[in-house]
């Protein structure tokens, strides 16, 4: 009521228009969302949803590259050649993911150069998951049964994803990812029904470290997550972490009776009631210690990436000089 009465110059009156645009621009945007529409990298989007797609896309394509070090960790010491080729392959898959997210998070504006000095420096996340160590060969099997069983049923939903490039870079992933997660059920499957008693130890021992990490790769409870309400809402992510958490139980406690393993909760049972398996309490203080830097692993994981990336200066260095080389004779031509 007081700013309509008081007398407004040229640029208050230009501020004015502008909010004004600026709400019909994102009343349009919203819209969008509502309807389902995919925003692609061009569209205007509101700050805030470009920024939290960074964040995401980014901290997930981290994730990728840092997760290739717990398995490349085996490449020489898998027990036959079939499992080193499959190993071989998967690993350079993660790196594959690894290139076409960074890809599209940089259609939102952000370079790759600034994704990796994040992550180099510790600003950005990735993966709690990937700071456990990998001590023996089942924790391969393992990493593939759970691991990326629990990352298909996270990222299946990106699939539709309200930002286009994601979400299409997602489906590529998701089937690739599938056949991750079926090589490990596999060669977990031929040590408990071939393998010698201490080869089925060695897989039950390897289930035991990984299954409560691998529950909390969903993040925080639903209650004690910042950044849900708002992804859903913008159709960034579809399903709750809690929700995703839960369908992951239903659907590797069958899984796990084929094995023939046992999970590590006492408190696990089928809940009539609910239509799904009750679980125990998860350990969200070893959680934030881990994302927060204190996990088994973290300093080396990060330590290798960052040799890896001076390592590589030679190369960069290389192929710009190169560009530039091109450059100029195309400019003298
Ligand atoms: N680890 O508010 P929320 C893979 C952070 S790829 C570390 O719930 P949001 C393939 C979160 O960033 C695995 N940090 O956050 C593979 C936020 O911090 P910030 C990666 C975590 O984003 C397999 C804070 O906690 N997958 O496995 C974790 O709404 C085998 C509050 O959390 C993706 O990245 C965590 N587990 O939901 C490779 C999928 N959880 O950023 C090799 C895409 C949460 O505000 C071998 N990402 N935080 O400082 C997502 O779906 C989401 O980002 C969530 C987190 C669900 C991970």
Redesign the pocket.
């Given at each position: 009521m007081y700013t309509q009465a008081m007398s407004v110059g040229p640029q208050d009156e230009a501020r004015r228009l502008q909010t004004a645009e600026e709400q019909a621009r994102n009343a349009a945007f919203e819209q969008r969302i509502d309807d389902g529409d995919f925003i692609e990298a061009k569209d205007w989007m509101p700050d805030h949803y470009r920024k939290t797609l960074v964040?995401?896309i980014s901290?997930?394509a981290h994730?990728?590259i840092v997760?290739?070090l717990?398995?490349g960790n085996w490449i020489t010491r898998a027990p036959t050649l079939k499992r080193k080729a499959i190993l071989l392959a998967k690993v350079q898959d993660?790196g594959g993911?690894g290139l076409y997210l960074y890809s599209a998070a940089e259609t939102l504006g952000t370079s790759r150069d600034q994704m990796l000095d994040a992550l180099h420096t510790g600003k950005a996340?990735?993966?709690?998951?990937?700071n456990y160590p990998t001590l023996t060969w089942a924790d391969i099997g393992v990493?593939?049964w759970l691991?990326?069983g629990?990352?298909i049923m996270?990222?299946v939903p990106?699939c539709r994803c309200s930002y286009g490039p994601y979400a299409r870079a997602m489906i590529r992933i998701c089937r690739e990812?599938s056949f991750?997660q079926r090589q490990g059920y596999e060669s977990l499957l031929t040590m408990m029904r071939d393998g010698t008693d201490a080869q089925k130890a060695m897989v039950q021992d390897a289930v035991n470290r990984w299954w409560w990490p691998s529950l909390?790769?969903?993040?925080?409870a639903d209650k004690d997550?910042?950044?849900?309400e708002q992804?859903m809402r913008w159709g960034i992510?579809r399903l709750s972490?809690d929700e995703?958490r839960q369908k992951f139980v239903d659907a590797t406690v069958p899984q796990a009776e084929i094995l023939g393993v046992t999970l590590p909760d006492p408190q696990l049972a089928w809940n009539a009631e609910r239509d799904h398996y009750d679980f125990g309490p998860i350990d969200w203080s070893e959680?934030w210690r881990?994302?927060g830097g204190d996990g088994p692993c973290n300093r080396e994981r990060l330590s290798a990436r960052v040799k890896a990336w001076e390592d590589g200066a030679w190369v960069r260095d290389a192929a710009l000089a190169h560009a530039q080389k091109r450059a100029t004779q195309a400019a003298a031509a």
């Amino acid at each position: 009521m007081y700013t309509q009465a008081m007398s407004v110059g040229p640029q208050d009156e230009a501020r004015r228009l502008q909010t004004a645009e600026e709400q019909a621009r994102n009343a349009a945007f919203e819209q969008r969302i509502d309807d389902g529409d995919f925003i692609e990298a061009k569209d205007w989007m509101p700050d805030h949803y470009r920024k939290t797609l960074v964040r995401q896309i980014s901290q997930h394509a981290h994730s990728e590259i840092v997760g290739m070090l717990p398995e490349g960790n085996w490449i020489t010491r898998a027990p036959t050649l079939k499992r080193k080729a499959i190993l071989l392959a998967k690993v350079q898959d993660e790196g594959g993911h690894g290139l076409y997210l960074y890809s599209a998070a940089e259609t939102l504006g952000t370079s790759r150069d600034q994704m990796l000095d994040a992550l180099h420096t510790g600003k950005a996340k990735y993966s709690s998951i990937f700071n456990y160590p990998t001590l023996t060969w089942a924790d391969i099997g393992v990493i593939g049964w759970l691991v990326d069983g629990a990352a298909i049923m996270n990222q299946v939903p990106l699939c539709r994803c309200s930002y286009g490039p994601y979400a299409r870079a997602m489906i590529r992933i998701c089937r690739e990812e599938s056949f991750h997660q079926r090589q490990g059920y596999e060669s977990l499957l031929t040590m408990m029904r071939d393998g010698t008693d201490a080869q089925k130890a060695m897989v039950q021992d390897a289930v035991n470290r990984w299954w409560w990490p691998s529950l909390m790769m969903f993040g925080p409870a639903d209650k004690d997550s910042p950044n849900s309400e708002q992804s859903m809402r913008w159709g960034i992510k579809r399903l709750s972490n809690d929700e995703l958490r839960q369908k992951f139980v239903d659907a590797t406690v069958p899984q796990a009776e084929i094995l023939g393993v046992t999970l590590p909760d006492p408190q696990l049972a089928w809940n009539a009631e609910r239509d799904h398996y009750d679980f125990g309490p998860i350990d969200w203080s070893e959680f934030w210690r881990v994302v927060g830097g204190d996990g088994p692993c973290n300093r080396e994981r990060l330590s290798a990436r960052v040799k890896a990336w001076e390592d590589g200066a030679w190369v960069r260095d290389a192929a710009l000089a190169h560009a530039q080389k091109r450059a100029t004779q195309a400019a003298a031509a």
